[in-house]
């Protein structure tokens, strides 16, 4: 026969309040937080006690949203740009001398721009280096036709590059 009375609901299955207990402590989770970790329910307390991971920063228990990062696990609010302080949460970010930095803020401080498309220069892109400035490869090009000079003879006019062919008759 089947119970009567209030029930609650809780990860797709309907419970009677007394038997929804923390899975360690058995203590009734009816009215306080709970965590599900491998297949069974725990009260707050026992899950900081005996699953929570730790924060690789401040080394207390990670209750919330926990960062994955660098092999370590880090609050949200610890796992932040060296520069801004902002979180990084799952953005993408760069490491100098063994410190995060968002994006932004690496390109800003560390970061090689391309003279051409004014984009940063990044790990594993071809580059060259002339009239000063460093581009990709792609955008090392003549400023009239836009041909590739890369490997070519050029001419400068104003520090914009020329192809032999546009070197001598056009006003830049």
């Not at 029930?7 to 038997?19: N, T």
Request: hydrophobic share 35%; aromatic share 12%.
């Amino acid at each position: 026969m089947e119970k009567g009375g209030p029930f609650l609901v809780a990860l797709g299955k309907s419970w009677h309040p007394e038997e929804f207990n923390c899975a360690h402590c058995k203590t009734s989770m009816a009215y306080i937080g709970f965590v599900e970790e491998k297949g069974a329910l725990y009260c707050e307390v026992c899950y900081e006690k005996f699953f929570a991971p730790e924060c690789s920063k401040c080394q207390r228990k990670i209750l919330g949203e926990v960062i994955n990062a660098l092999k370590q696990t880090w609050h949200v609010s610890c796992f932040v740009c060296v520069a801004c302080h902002n979180p990084i949460r799952n953005n993408v970010f760069h490491l100098e001398d063994g410190d995060p930095y968002c994006e932004t803020d690496y390109y800003a401080l560390f970061g090689t721009m391309c003279h051409g498309c004014e984009f940063p220069i990044e790990a594993g892109d071809r580059f060259l280096e002339a009239l000063g400035h460093t581009w990709h490869d792609t955008c090392f090009v003549c400023s009239v036709c836009n041909d590739s000079l890369e490997g070519q003879t050029f001419f400068s006019k104003k520090d914009k590059p020329l192809c032999k062919k546009h070197a001598h008759s056009i006003n830049i």
